[in-house]
Structure formats: structure tokens, C-alpha cells
């Protein structure tokens, strides 16, 4: 039987949850593509640490060492910031392979440049796994842009922001003592700056924002806010109102201007996001002809994160294995 091979950049909680995904769900996988998902090599940072990886497959910290791997399919990546992460995927696209990313800080800033290239070279990037985790977004987004104008989106698109107000909410914790539970529980970051300030929330909201117009607003012109400032009275406050806190990304498509926002917003009980508690996102779409669309489910994780990178490397050779297919018999 064939092969397909691949690489994982990455071996945190994603790249691992990658690797155990394809290794577990290897006999559907071959059902799926005809051919055995093969893993060859994982990039990772740490020599020292010790891991639990096949013998046959190779750990590098180096990418050279990945990126000369004869015949390779698809890099999978899962790492962290910016770079490297940006320049390994444009080096894997300039030879010709498919790439699936889980990074939305790098995807958020060079997303566009991505896509162009590798629509130059007749690759496919794959990026569910950058916004709302395991909820199908982004190709609910692309399923509906076919005929639907796409007028706004609202979002829970940060579950430790969402915990921690419905913590504060439902057992009258402090902002600190819920921020504490969090990371007790795994939710937050060792530094979870960027998830209660809002910039993990408004990564993901520019790029559903790439994705919907091919544009992103002004990013000086967004208000970002996080959740920091708001007290157990103000929620309890809101409560007696029959209303609740929630940290909500907004983007509105108008015919000539972008408005978008991050912050913490009152919302009443007929509200979308009204019901989102604990951990899990939900994006509410509104779009031309199907009117609005709430999904929900969990936003992060081991595997609901590597259920959308297999999701999107699934659609990318099966779309790929199309392609081939249609050229032959245009050939013939
Ligand atoms: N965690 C989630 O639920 C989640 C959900 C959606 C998206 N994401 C995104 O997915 C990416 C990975 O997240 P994570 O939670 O898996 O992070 P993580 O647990 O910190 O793991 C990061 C991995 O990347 C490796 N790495 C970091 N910098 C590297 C470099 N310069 N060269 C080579 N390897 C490098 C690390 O190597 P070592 O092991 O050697 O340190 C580690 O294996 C991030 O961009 C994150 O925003 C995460």
C-alpha cells in the first residue's frame, strides 16, 4: 500500500495530540485515502525532554532536516509565535507541500501571504485549528460565503476568558481565584496574558475576518479589552438583571467599512452567547440568506485541536488525489 507521508513542527499539546490522532484512527484514515498516514519526523525544540515517539520516526531540532525528507506530503504545524513558524511553512510551500497550521498568532499576522503562495504553487493550507479549536468554523464559513453575504459575526473565541467569567458568576469567585482555577485545571497558559487581555480572542477574529472579505480592519482601529477589569459585583449586578458578562469578538461587514471589536459585553438571556458556559466557544453568523448561525463546542485541547488538523489534512488529499484525477483524464 501507498504511503502518505508527513511531519509534525511541534510536540506541545497539539503536536501530540496530532501524533496520537493519526496513530489511533490510523485503519479510518486508510479507509478514508487508500493509503497509510505515515509519520517521519517531528520537529521539536528540547533535545532533553523525554517523549513517547516510535524509535523509527525522526526528532530533530532542525527543520533543514525535515524540509529534505524526499517525498514528503504534509507538514503539520504546532508551534509557537511568529517564527519560525511562518518561514518553515513558506519554505515547505515553495516545495510543494500541503500544510495544515494550529497557529493563530503566526496565521493571524501572515495568513494572507500564506494562502497567495501557496496558491501560487498549487498547495493547500489548511487553518481550522487556528480559531474555536474543534468547532468547524472556518468551513462552515467557506460553505456559506458559496452563496451567502456574510453581514457579522459574534464570538466566544477564547475558553479561559469565558471560564473564568462563568466561575466568577456561578461560585462567586474573584478574577484572581478563577484565573488561579484555570490554570490549575490546564485551561490557561503559565502566562495567560494573551487570553485575558483579548489579542488570543482578536487573533481569531482577524483571521475569520481574512477569510470572510480577504481584508482584516485596521488593527489600531480595533478595540481590544480583555476581562481583567470586571468585579464579582458587577456580575452579580448583571445577574439580578437576568443578564451576564460574556467576552465577546466582533466583526460587522458593511458595504465600506469594518467595524470590529473584542471587550466584555452585558448580554441578555435572547442573546446567542447568552448560554456559552465554561470552556467552550461559539461563533453566532449572520449571513445573507440563511440568517444566523450559532455553532458551538470546545475551543482548545489536546484532541478537539487535532480533530480539526486531521479534518483539514483529510480534505487536503482527498481534494489533491480530485485534482490529479481530473488532470489525467484531461490528459487522456
Ligand atoms: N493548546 C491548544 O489547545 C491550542 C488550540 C488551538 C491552537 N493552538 C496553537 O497551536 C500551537 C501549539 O500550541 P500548544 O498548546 O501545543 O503549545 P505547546 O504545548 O507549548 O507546544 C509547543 C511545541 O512546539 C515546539 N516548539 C516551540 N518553538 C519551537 C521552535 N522554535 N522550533 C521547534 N519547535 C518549537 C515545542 O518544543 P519542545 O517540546 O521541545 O519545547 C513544543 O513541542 C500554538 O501556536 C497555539 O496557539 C493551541
Known sequence: MSVIKVA???FGTVGEGV????????????KLLGKEVRIVAILIRDQTKERMIDANILVTTNFEDIIEIP????IFEAIVGEEPGRSYLLQAIEKGIHVVTANKEMFANHGHELIQRAQENEVNIGFEATTAGGVPII???????????ITKIQGILNG???????EMRERKLSFADALQLAQNKGYAEADPTNDISGIDAFYKLMILSQLVINQQPNWSEVIIDGIKSITQEQIE???????????????SFNDHSLVASVQPIIVDSNHPLYSIEGVENAIAVEASL???????????????????????FVDIIQHSATKKRREYQSIK
Open 8 to 10: 509534525l513542527l511541534g
Open 19 to 30: 501524533y496520537s490522532a493519526i496513530q489511533s484512527h490510523q485503519a479510518q484514515l486508510r
Open 71 to 74: 517525498d514528503l506530503d504534509v
Open 139 to 149: 468551513r462552515t464559513i467557506k460553505q456559506l460565503l458559496q452563496v451567502n453575504q
Open 160 to 166: 479561559t476568558s469565558n471560564f473564568i467569567l462563568t
Open 237 to 251: 449586578q448583571a445577574e439580578k438583571r437576568g443578564q451576564r458578562f460574556k467576552h465577546i469578538a466582533e466583526i
Open 290 to 312: 440563511v440568517g444566523k448561525i450559532t455553532l458551538q463546542g470546545p475551543g482548545a485541547g489536546k484532541f478537539a485541536t487535532a480533530s480539526a488538523m486531521i479534518e483539514d
